[in-house]
């Protein structure tokens, strides 16, 4: 079952809640997470919620909710829903406050949260996705996951226009490949794994932070943390990208190009395999 919670309370998610004068509704003033349930339990929440909490101060909203806090309404909206496998979305916005583009005085941060089933799309982990590039309009703090999403949302759309399933962005002005819509990107050529660097142009992905931090080292694969072009991603042996819900997907097509031999490739396949391990040892399953 779906639910809902909104300003304290659990409710269903028709519910009519939204307030008018919300600066999240007005301004996208506020910031988000999105976690994965695998088994009845939340994957990695503490990385999320330290984001989170990262997220907040980078936009000066008060924070005004403990991690303990935080973490018992996520338990409590995967005991109230039932949910065992799903997503759990949860937003803070700045507050309700007479619309002005400057910060009000003593508003308090709004929190609204959704648990919803949902299942990770095997067949794209299995055969490989095919994405599309576009041009990264977006602003200059992607580092923020702010509920700005606007150029992530004209991204997502471009491969939904040419009936591709993902989108990978990069930056005209350097021929740098960024990330995806809503995902982080890497590649791996003669060995090495390539992924953006750390910086106020792509999202901190709890997924690319498991896999820098704690995979690739354990799998002894060497990584370098380095912008790439469109073209060496073309003429990469592999391709991936990461998120919460995609975990490790191969990216096999990229705009008009093959990558590899048009299969998921070996490194990408023992980084899936090693992430799934990590899952089931934190959550008991995979489902
Ligand atoms: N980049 C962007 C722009 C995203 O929206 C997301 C998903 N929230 C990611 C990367 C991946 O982040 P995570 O691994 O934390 O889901």
């Not at 996951?145 to 991204?155: I, T």
């Amino acid at each position: 079952m779906e639910l809902g919670f909104f300003d304290g309370e659990f409710i269903d998610l028709k519910e009519r809640r939204v307030l008018l004068e919300d600066r999240g509704y007005q301004f996208g003033d506020g910031i988000y997470e999105a976690t994965h349930v695998y088994n009845g339990k939340c994957f990695a929440l503490d990385r999320h919620l330290a984001r989170c909490r990262r997220s907040l101060r980078e936009l000066r909203i008060p924070i005004t909710y403990m991690d303990e806090e935080l973490t018992a309404i996520h338990n409590d909206l995967i005991q109230k829903s039932g949910v065992k496998n799903g997503v759990i979305y949860f937003q803070i916005t700045r507050g309700v406050a007479k619309r002005n583009h400057a910060f009000p005085d003593s508003v308090v941060p709004l929190l609204s949260m959704t648990i919803r089933e949902s299942k990770t799309n095997t067949k794209w982990q299995e055969e490989g996705i095919h994405c599309t590039l576009f041009e990264d309009i977006r602003w200059l703090r992607c580092d923020i996951k702010s509920l700005n999403l606007l150029g992530n949302v004209l991204a997502k759309q471009a491969s939904h226009d040419k009936n591709v399933q993902g989108t990978i962005q990069y930056r005209k002005d350097t021929n740098l490949i960024t990330e995806g819509s809503s995902s982080n990107f890497f590649v791996v050529k003669d060995g090495v794994i390539w992924t953006h660097p750390i910086s106020n142009l792509i999202l901190k992905g709890v997924t690319r932070s498991i896999l820098v931090e704690k995979i690739i080292p354990s799998l002894g694969y060497t990584l370098v943390e380095k912008a790439f072009t469109p073209e060496f991603a073309k003429s990469a042996d592999e391709a991936f990208a990461t998120s919460t819900s995609l975990e490790v997907t191969p990216v096999v097509h990229l705009e008009d190009a093959t990558i590899g031999n048009g299969k998921p490739g070996d490194v990408t396949k023992s980084l899936l395999a090693a992430y799934h391990d990590l899952v089931k040892k934190e959550c008991g399953s995979l489902s």
